[in-house]
Structure formats: structure tokens, C-alpha cells
T-cell receptor, first 113, second 112 residues
Framework: KAGVTQTPRYLIKTRGQQVTLSCSPISGHRSVSWYQQTPGQGLQFLFEYFSETQRNKGNFPGRFSGRQFSNSRSEMNVSTLELGDSALYLC????????????FGEGSRLTVL | QQQVKQSPQSLIVQKGGISIINCAYENTAFDYFPWYQQFPGKGPALLIAIRPDVSEKKEGRFTISFNKSAKQFSLHIMDSQPGDSATYFCAASVQGAQKLVFGQGTRLTINP
């Protein structure tokens, strides 16, 4: 069974640009969550989608948004990039009934210059 | 109240020793406590998890101890091996939610 796939794995952007990251969950998983990982703040929850609906949202500004498609694939978008947005963005999928049992992808490493 | 505090930040243990990582939480609504292991360049992977109706859970060399009254839980790695060298994160969540609150992580190094 294929794991969670994230693309692109690495990307470099400049301040003010916007970026879109993609995530394909494990087949059969309908919940997709996004986390930001930085050395200073650790792992922080961004948002969670299930059946194309956002069910939970973390404490991030409105520049961070996401969506989920009918095939459970998800995208997240960050607009007007800031230097502090440089981070590893991790996508995780899970079965709906499994609390906390997240299966993470390898992440998309974003560098903002 | 949403924080999970993890210690130590880094830990060095000799091969064959016991590695112990501790976490504490404040939010009594948390009722699911997983531990994740992360190797460099990889995403975190679930190691073991516990619910508060159980005081201890063991899977192979890994054991979670849970103290509900103290709002603390810990991970014990017995007979630590060099392959256990990784960053370990404790986490907590509320039943039914996929939102995990993570501790800051512990970088574990097992010396051969």
C-alpha cells in the first residue's frame, strides 16, 4: 500500500509570492491534516479536512488555506509569503475512526528568501 | 492549556541502556496520547499510543507509562539500540479530533 505522497519535496520562493503544496493520502483514508514543522515552534497543526470540509483549524493567519478534493487529495496554499513561513510542511492522513493515528508524508520543505 | 511540555530536549544513552522521555499536559480534555518517531528527512511515524483508562502499555521494547492524576506520561525504551537514534515527539488529542498537539521533541542518540 502506497504511503502519503507530498509534492513538491523542495521549493524555494521569495517574499510576497504564493505557494501551493499537494498531498495524496493513503488509499481509503478520508481525513487529511496539515502540520508545519520548524526548529523553533516544533510541529504545529494547520488544518484538517474530511469529505472536502474543513473540520479543524489551527492558529495560523488567513494567508494559510487549504482544500480537499472528492478523491481525498488535498492542497494547501500560502499567499504573500514571509521569511517566517520557511518550514517543513507535513501532510498526514488517517482513517476517520482512529484518533491520533496519523500517517505522515515526508513533507514539502519550503524556503522563503 | 493546549500545550504539551516534553523533556529532555536531547538525550544520550549507551547501547543497551534505558531511554526515558517525559511529557506533561494541562488540558484534561485530552484523552489520547501517541508517541511519534522521526528520522532525518522523514515524516513522523506512530510508535505507540495510550488512552487514559490504562496506566501502562508495552509494545516490544517500548513502554508508555501514564499518570492521569499528575497529568504526565512517559516513554521508556528498553535495551536501547543505535537504530533508535531519532527525534521523539509526544502528543495529545481530544477524542474524535485529528488535531494533535505535539511536544517540542527529544533528540535521542544511542552510542554504540
Amino acid at each position: 500500500k502506497a504511503g502519503v505522497t507530498q509534492t513538491p519535496r523542495y521549493l524555494i520562493k521569495t517574499r510576497g509570492q504564493q505557494v501551493t503544496l499537494s498531498c495524496s493520502p493513503i488509499s481509503g483514508h478520508r481525513s487529511v491534516s496539515w502540520y508545519q514543522q520548524t526548529p523553533g515552534q516544533g510541529l504545529q497543526f494547520l488544518f484538517e479536512y474530511f469529505s472536502e470540509t474543513q473540520r479543524n483549524k489551527g492558529n495560523f493567519p488567513g494567508r494559510f488555506s487549504g482544500r480537499q478534493f472528492s478523491n481525498s487529495r488535498s492542497e494547501m496554499n500560502v499567499s504573500t509569503l514571509e521569511l517566517g513561513d520557511s518550514a517543513l510542511y507535513l501532510c498526514a492522513s488517517s482513517l476517520v475512526a482512529s484518533w491520533g493515528e496519523l500517517f505522515f508524508g515526508e513533507g514539502s520543505r519550503l524556503t522563503v528568501l | 492549556q493546549q500545550q504539551v511540555k516534553q523533556s529532555p530536549q536531547s538525550l544520550i544513552v549507551q547501547k543497551g541502556g534505558i531511554s526515558i522521555i517525559n511529557c506533561a499536559y494541562e488540558n484534561t480534555a485530552f484523552d489520547y496520547f501517541p508517541w511519534y518517531q522521526q528520522f532525518p528527512g522523514k515524516g513522523p511515524a506512530l510508535l505507540i499510543a495510550i488512552r487514559p483508562d490504562v496506566s501502562e502499555k508495552k509494545e516490544g521494547r517500548f513502554t508508555i507509562s501514564f499518570n492521569k492524576s499528575a497529568k504526565q506520561f512517559s516513554l521508556h525504551i528498553m535495551d536501547s539500540q543505535p537504530g533508535d537514534s531519532a527525534t521523539y515527539f509526544c502528543a495529545a488529542s481530544v477524542q474524535g479530533a485529528q488535531k494533535l498537539v505535539f511536544g517540542q521533541g527529544t533528540r535521542l542518540t544511542i552510542n554504540p
